[in-house]
Antibody, heavy 125, light 112 residues
Framework: QVQLVQSGAEVKNPGASVKVSCKAS????????MSWVRQAPGQGPEWMAI????????SYAQKFQGRVTMTRDTSTSTVYMELRSLRSEDTAVYYC??????????????????WGQGTLVTVSS | QSVLTQPPSVSGAPGQRVTISCTGS?????????VHWYQQLPGTAPKLLIY???NRPSGVPDRFSGSKSGTSASLAITGLQAEDEADYYC????????????FGTGTKVTVL
């Protein structure tokens, strides 16, 4: 069965960086794009980044451009998300999520069919 | 601040029908992008509920249904059950953000 297992909770000082991992199993890792989505306390999900595990190409939300890097290791079926220059507003649960595609009347659309368990990142001095 | 707006809360008695709206604009839902829905139980990750406007993944009860018209979409829950008490989010894409994935503001469903 598909499983996405993330690394543990982190506590960071403002200005520091954090790197979160997500290990995939139960399917062909290179077949599906993977994303990072974060959720601040009491807020809705917010998409951050996506990677094509096959070639490693990435795309980032405008809000995080220059501050986030997403990478992958195909030998271990793991994706990583590094967020730099942390501030208190970055305190959130960070999820990895597998992207699935669907072809309907409007053409292709994309959604997230499997999610990791989440990693709480707390930014506080 | 999300580009997809949902009511903060809806409630209903067991067995009743409730609907959740997801209102967008001509740069997202109105541009023809599909809408997907997720259910999030307290302390857990979101779970896919509806994809492609109205399709249910295997294992999702047929009490859940989705629809779309113009710049809005809706999720309906019929025969409301206690275990349906959760947060619900819509998701689509937005052309003005380069096709980025966007989520709704979220709706808390309370079973009275």
């Amino acid at each position: 069965q598909v499983q996405l297992v993330q690394s543990g909770a982190e506590v960071k000082n403002p200005g520091a960086s954090v790197k979160v991992s997500c290990k995939a199993s139960g399917y062909d890792f290179t077949t599906y794009y993977m994303s990072w989505v974060r959720q601040a306390p009491g807020q809705g999900p917010e998409w951050m980044a996506i990677i094509n595990p096959r070639g490693g190409s990435t795309s980032y939300a405008q809000k995080f451009q220059g501050r986030v890097t997403m990478t992958r290791d195909t030998s271990t079926s793991t994706v990583y998300m590094e967020l730099r220059s942390l501030r208190s507003e970055d305190t959130a649960v960070y999820y990895c999520a597998r992207r699935q595609s669907y072809y309907g009347f409007s053409g292709y659309s994309y959604f997230f069919d499997y999610w990791g368990q989440g990693t709480l990142v707390t930014v506080s001095s | 601040q999300s580009v997809l707006t949902q009511p903060p809360s809806v409630s209903g008695a067991p067995g009743q029908r409730v609907t959740i709206s997801c209102t967008g604009s001509n740069s997202n839902i109105g541009a023809g992008y599909d809408v997907h829905w997720y259910q999030q139980l307290p302390g857990t990750a979101p779970k896919l509920l509806i994809y492609g406007d109205s399709n249910r993944p295997s294992g999702v009860p047929d009490r859940f249904s989705g629809s779309k018209s113009g710049t809005s979409a809706s999720l309906a829950i019929t025969g409301l059950q206690a275990e349906d008490e959760a947060d619900y989010y819509c998701q689509s894409h937005d052309r003005s953000l380069g096709g980025a994935y966007v989520f709704g503001t979220g709706t808390k469903v309370t079973v009275l």
